[in-house]
């Protein structure tokens, strides 16, 4: 389903679509399109898209096109789903290590609307953080590893 989808394929189409995307939350789905998780992920994004079209803008990127935003956004595991509004990066506390983006997929397609209406009503009140509607048991588990350089 990640052809039903508006792909960024470089550093420059990622930055134009975080700085001209304005009222709207942008949703960036770091990934690979071939990978099961992905296109699980892809599918439930393509499948809302229309619903949220007024809330939220959709992009996938392939995290081997953009390697600057990769490291950047730290994305080891994938998908990684990134939110933005008016070009701020939203946090969401997911009940996990990491409140910069969501691992993995969404169960059902609710969860993500849940999620965007959510993003967009606290960033409307100057929130750069908000809580995750999503019912924990839906959240992905993972373990954060860092390493000492």
């Known amino acids: 389903m990640s052809y039903l989808l508006?792909?960024?394929k470089t550093k420059k189409?990622?930055?134009n679509a975080i700085k001209n995307t304005e009222d709207k939350v942008l949703v960036l789905r770091f990934g690979k399109e071939k990978d099961a998780v992905?296109?699980?992920l892809d599918?439930?994004?393509?499948k809302t898209s229309q619903e949220l079209a007024r809330m939220a803008d959709i992009f996938i990127v392939d995290v081997d096109d953009v390697p600057v935003y990769t490291k950047y956004f730290d994305i080891t595991l994938i998908p990684a789903t990134i939110l933005f509004f008016n070009g701020q990066h939203m946090k969401v506390d997911y009940g996990t290590p990491d409140h910069t983006k969501f691992i993995g997929s969404f169960k059902t397609k609710q969860?993500?609307?849940d999620l965007v209406e959510v993003v967009l009503r606290g960033a409307l009140r100057g929130k750069l953080i908000v809580t995750s509607p999503i019912d924990p048991k839906n959240v992905?588990?993972?373990t954060l590893l860092y390493k000492d350089i």
């Open 6 to 8: 508006q792909r960024l």
């Open 13 to 15: 189409d990622v930055d």
């Open 38 to 40: 992905c296109m699980q």
């Open 43 to 46: 599918d439930i994004l393509s």
């Open 111 to 113: 969860d993500f609307i």
């Open 140 to 142: 992905p588990k993972y």
